[in-house]
C-alpha cells in the first residue's frame, strides 16, 4: 500500500480486516501535515464507524457542519442544509471537519489495530515489473538505502500527484477548469458558524470551514496561471487575496495564520484506468477533480471499501488471468459507483468557472431551498445524484435561469453585503 493518507489507510484497515497481509508505506512520519479543505461528508462517518475511529475522531474535537453556503460573485448567497425535507438522510445529520495531522494519525492508527504494518519515510522511488511489465513490487528509499520490496498486489493510494499511476503512464491531468489552492489554519476569524462557506468570485474562490479547537480551514483555489503569483510565499499570496476582497477583510480584521500557509495543485487528474496487472489505484490516485464540492476524504475512504473484495481476489488469484479479472472488475465498479457524482462535480465547477452562470443559478437556488438542499445533499454523499440530473430537476432549473427575475425580485446584493435573512456577515 503505497501512502497512508485516508485512502491507503481505509483499504489498509479493510484488507488487513479480511486478512491480507499488508504493509503500508509513506514517505511521512505521522501525524504530519496536509493541504485539503478538511471536510469530511456525513455519509463519511457511516465508513468511519465501521472502523471502528468515528468516537476517536469526535473525541479529537472534530468540528460538526450543518450544511453549506455558497456566495456567488453578484453577492447572493445559496444555503442548504444536510437536513432536509426530501426525506434523504445520511449516517449522520452533520459532516465533519478536523485537521489533517490528527484525522490521518487516527485512521493510520485504525489500521495497525486491525494488523496493517506501517512503514514512514520511505520514499518509493519505482516500481518492481516483470519481463511482461507486470507490477511485482515496489524500489523504496530509506535512510537504511534503497531496496525493493516484493508484493503480489501493489496499492496506489499516494495522492494528486501520484509515483505509483505516473510511473505506469495511467494518470493525466485536464486542462479545464485546471486549479491550485492555498490552505492554512487561521484563529479569530470572524462569523464562522455551523456551516461550510464557499465565496466565488471572477478569479477564483475561498472556502470557510470550522475544524475544531478554534481554527478555521481557509482554502483559496484560483486557476493554475495564478501558481506563478503564488511562488514561494503561499502565506502571501492567501493573505493578500482576502485583503482585496472588503466582504472577507472585515471578518478576518483581528484574525491570525496559525499554521503555515500550503499549496496544492494541479487539480482536475484522472486515472485512464484504476489498475495495471499487479497494481490498483484508489483516492485521488484514481481520479480528483476540484475541490469546490468537498469530495476527497469521503472518495479516498469509499473507495478503499470498494476495492477490498476485488484486491483479496486479486491478492489470492490462483493465475495471473484471474489477477486481472478482479482489478478490471475493480476499475467498473469504481467507476460506476461515482458516475454520477463526477458529472454533478463537472456541472458544478463549470459553473463557478463562469461567473455570469453561477450569478444567474444563484439567483434561483436561493429562493428555492428544496432545490439547493438537494444539491447540498449529493455534496453530502447521502442524495443520489440522479435526484439533480433527473429530467424533471433539470428543467425546472433551466425554465427558471430562463426567467431569473420571476419570484426573486430583491435577491441580489451589493458584493460585500450579506444577504438578508441567510449569511450574516458573508
Same mark, same amino acid.
Given at each position: 500500500?503505497?501512502?497512508?493518507?485516508?485512502?491507503?489507510?481505509?483499504?489498509?484497515?479493510?484488507?488487513?480486516?479480511?486478512?491480507?497481509?499488508?504493509?503500508?508505506?509513506?514517505?511521512?512520519?505521522?501525524?504530519?501535515?496536509?493541504?485539503?479543505?478538511?471536510?469530511?461528508?456525513?455519509?463519511?462517518?457511516?465508513?468511519?464507524?465501521?472502523?471502528?475511529?468515528?468516537?476517536?475522531?469526535?473525541?479529537?474535537?472534530?468540528?460538526?457542519?450543518?450544511?453549506?453556503?455558497?456566495?456567488?460573485?453578484?453577492?447572493?448567497?445559496?444555503?442548504?442544509?444536510?437536513? #432536509?425535507?426530501? %426525506?434523504?438522510?445520511?449516517?449522520? @445529520?452533520?459532516?465533519?471537519?478536523?485537521? $489533517? &495531522?490528527? +484525522?490521518? !494519525?487516527? /485512521?493510520?492508527?485504525?489500521?495497525?489495530?486491525?494488523?496493517?504494518?506501517?512503514?514512514?519515510?520511505?520514499?518509493?522511488?519505482?516500481?518492481?515489473? #516483470?519481463?511482461? %511489465?507486470?507490477?511485482?513490487?515496489? @524500489?523504496?528509499?530509506?535512510?537504511?538505502? $534503497? &531496496?525493493? +520490496?516484493? !508484493?503480489? /498486489?501493489?496499492?496506489?493510494?499516494?495522492?494528486?500527484?501520484?509515483?505509483?499511476?505516473?510511473?505506469?503512464?495511467?494518470?493525466?491531468?485536464?486542462?479545464?477548469?485546471?486549479?491550485?489552492?492555498?490552505?492554512?489554519?487561521?484563529?479569530?476569524?470572524?462569523?464562522?458558524?455551523?456551516?461550510?462557506?464557499?465565496?466565488?468570485?471572477?478569479?477564483?474562490?475561498?472556502?470557510?470551514?470550522?475544524?475544531?479547537?478554534?481554527?478555521?480551514?481557509?482554502?483559496?483555489?484560483?486557476?493554475?496561471?495564478?501558481?506563478?503569483?503564488?511562488?514561494?510565499?503561499?502565506?502571501?499570496?492567501?493573505?493578500?487575496?482576502?485583503?482585496?476582497?472588503?466582504?472577507?477583510?472585515?471578518?478576518?480584521?483581528?484574525?491570525?495564520?496559525?499554521?503555515?500557509?500550503?499549496?496544492?495543485?494541479?487539480?482536475?487528474?484522472?486515472?485512464?484506468?484504476?489498475?495495471?496487472?499487479?497494481?490498483?489505484?484508489?483516492?485521488?490516485?484514481?481520479?480528483?477533480?476540484?475541490?469546490?464540492?468537498?469530495?476527497?476524504?469521503?472518495?479516498?475512504?469509499?473507495?478503499?471499501?470498494?476495492?477490498?473484495?476485488?484486491?483479496?481476489?486479486?491478492?489470492?488469484?490462483?493465475?495471473?488471468?484471474?489477477?486481472?479479472?478482479?482489478?478490471?472488475?475493480?476499475?467498473?465498479?469504481?467507476?460506476?459507483?461515482?458516475?454520477?457524482?463526477?458529472?454533478?462535480?463537472?456541472?458544478?465547477?463549470?459553473?463557478?468557472?463562469?461567473?455570469s452562470l453561477l450569478d444567474r443559478t444563484a439567483r434561483v437556488l436561493a429562493h428555492r431551498r428544496d432545490m439547493a438542499d438537494l444539491l447540498v445533499g449529493v455534496t453530502g454523499d447521502f442524495v443520489?445524484?440522479?435526484?439533480?440530473?433527473?429530467?424533471?430537476?433539470?428543467?425546472?432549473?433551466?425554465?427558471?435561469?430562463?426567467?431569473?427575475?420571476?419570484?426573486?425580485?430583491?435577491?441580489?446584493?451589493?458584493?460585500?453585503?450579506?444577504?438578508?435573512?441567510?449569511?450574516?456577515?458573508?
Open positions: 500500500m503505497v501512502g497512508g493518507g485516508p485512502a491507503g489507510a481505509a483499504s489498509a484497515w479493510f484488507l488487513a480486516r479480511a486478512g491480507i497481509d499488508v504493509l503500508v508505506v509513506d514517505r511521512a512520519r505521522f501525524p504530519r501535515d496536509k493541504p485539503c479543505a478538511e471536510y469530511l461528508s456525513p455519509q463519511a462517518s457511516r465508513i468511519l464507524n465501521e472502523m471502528g475511529v468515528l468516537g476517536a475522531i469526535e473525541a479529537a474535537g472534530a468540528a460538526q457542519l450543518s450544511g453549506m453556503r455558497v456566495r456567488a460573485p453578484n453577492g447572493v448567497v445559496i444555503h442548504g442544509e444536510f437536513v #432536509s425535507s426530501h %426525506g434523504f438522510r445520511g449516517f449522520r @445529520d452533520c459532516g465533519l471537519a478536523l485537521p $489533517r &495531522r490528527q +484525522l490521518d !494519525a487516527l /485512521l493510520l492508527d485504525r489500521a495497525r489495530h486491525a494488523g496493517a504494518r506501517v512503514l514512514e519515510q520511505s520514499v518509493v522511488r519505482d516500481l518492481a515489473r #516483470s519481463g511482461t %511489465g507486470r507490477v511485482e513490487g515496489i @524500489d523504496i528509499e530509506t535512510d537504511a538505502g $534503497r &531496496r525493493t +520490496l516484493r !508484493a503480489p /498486489l501493489v496499492v496506489g493510494a499516494d495522492g494528486l500527484r501520484t509515483v505509483v499511476g505516473r510511473r505506469l503512464g495511467l494518470t493525466r491531468t485536464g486542462r479545464f477548469p485546471r486549479r491550485v489552492a492555498v490552505v492554512a489554519h487561521y484563529g479569530g476569524v470572524d462569523g464562522m458558524g455551523r456551516c461550510g462557506e464557499m465565496h466565488v468570485d471572477a478569479s477564483g474562490y475561498l472556502g470557510l470551514a470550522d475544524v475544531g479547537h478554534g481554527m478555521t480551514n481557509v482554502a483559496v483555489v484560483v486557476p493554475a496561471a495564478a501558481a506563478r503569483a503564488i511562488g514561494g510565499a503561499p502565506g502571501d499570496f492567501l493573505d493578500q487575496w482576502i485583503a482585496g476582497r472588503p466582504h472577507l477583510a472585515r471578518r478576518f480584521a483581528h484574525a491570525r495564520r496559525l499554521t503555515t500557509a500550503r499549496a496544492t495543485g494541479p487539480f482536475n487528474t484522472r486515472a485512464r484506468r484504476a489498475w495495471t496487472p499487479g497494481c490498483a489505484l484508489v483516492g485521488d490516485a484514481a481520479e480528483f477533480f476540484d475541490p469546490f464540492t468537498g469530495e476527497g476524504i469521503y472518495a479516498a475512504l469509499h473507495g478503499g471499501e470498494l476495492l477490498t473484495q476485488y484486491a483479496f481476489e486479486a491478492a489470492r488469484a490462483p493465475t495471473t488471468r484471474r489477477h486481472d479479472i478482479a482489478l478490471a472488475a475493480y476499475d467498473r465498479c469504481l467507476r460506476h459507483a461515482f458516475r454520477g457524482k463526477r458529472l454533478v462535480e463537472r456541472i458544478v465547477g463549470t459553473a463557478v468557472a463562469f461567473p443520489p445524484p440522479s435526484e439533480v440530473l433527473r429530467p424533471g430537476f433539470i428543467v425546472r432549473l433551466l425554465a427558471a435561469l430562463a426567467h431569473p427575475g420571476a419570484g426573486v425580485r430583491g435577491s441580489e446584493t451589493t458584493p460585500g453585503e450579506p444577504v438578508p435573512g441567510r449569511l450574516t456577515n458573508s
